[in-house]
């Protein structure tokens, strides 16, 4: 059985899974941990946590809370900076075979040349997830994600400055999808990861405060997997890029549910959160559902829940 997936079909440079299950982008660090507890090599690919130029001590804590059917988080992008990733922990994925995908974060249209430019070439480094779910701090706060126009200036600046093949990560936060992806697969996105987190609030009634430090953060889980879902289905219908899908993906089946809606690989975030092992799960639980099935290659099944014109 063939559960392979390419990334990047467009790209000189290919990005090639052995699987489609990946790890979500700040539910597993840098995988170094992970990888000391469960064997890397069997995932589709790792992604790491949201890197930026400078080191991010992040939010005060409390940083992320249980909420039904999900959690909200606001870690404010801890992390150890790009250049403590290049020389720390690259080396060590060097020695992986699976793909390391560096998910990466800007403040600034200039912030997100500088880090793709930081890590093109760097042995380890398979690829790059372009956060712009994140506010333009040049523009008032607007996130780069919510407008088409900004979104489009983020790929430019990325592709003008690697080789590398790039995923672009969507945010939910905007009433259609489909303008923004199309926007981004014009410009030359290899991939798109939909959906981010969704902006959401949970208040502590015995403390009388909000349950966060930092008041608001970004809800995950399975309570936003149907609106990740419906933002697949809307972004594969208008874009011939491959779509990673991204929100309460749990088990196998949920996998399938995106791959039916067109998504040619799935990143396991939350999930980990209850079960670390959730996404080996769902690698087994995938390849299960195919033995029994009788379905020899997913692509015989993606994109099988979509509307037949
Ligand atoms: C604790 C936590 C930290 C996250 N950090 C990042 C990040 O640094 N960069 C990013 O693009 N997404 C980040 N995300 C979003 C996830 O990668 C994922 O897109 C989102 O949580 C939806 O998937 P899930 O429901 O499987 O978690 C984070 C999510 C959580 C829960």
Redesign the pocket.
Known sequence: MDLSVNLAPHHKVELRLRNPVMT????SSNGVELAKHYDVEQLGAL?S???TLRPRRGNPTP??VETPA??I?S?G?Q?IGVNALIQQVAPIWEQWTVPAIV?I?GDTLEEYGLLAARLDGIPGVAGL?V?I?CPNVEVGGLEFGQDPELAVDVVREVARNTSLPYLV?LTPSVADIRPVAEAVALAGAHAL?V???IPALAIDVKRRRPALANVFG?L???A??PI?LRNVYLAASVVDIPVVA?????SGEDALEFIMAGATAV?????T?LDPEAPWRIVRELTAWCETEGVARLDDVRGAARRRD
């Open positions: 979500g982008s700040g539910t992604v946590k949201g890197t940083r992320t999900g959690m988080n870690i992008f992390n998910n974060m997830e956060n779910s990560k990861t959906s981010n987190t970004g995950s889980g399975p936003v997997k990740a991204s929100g309460g993906i749990m990143q396991v975030g939350t999930a959160f």
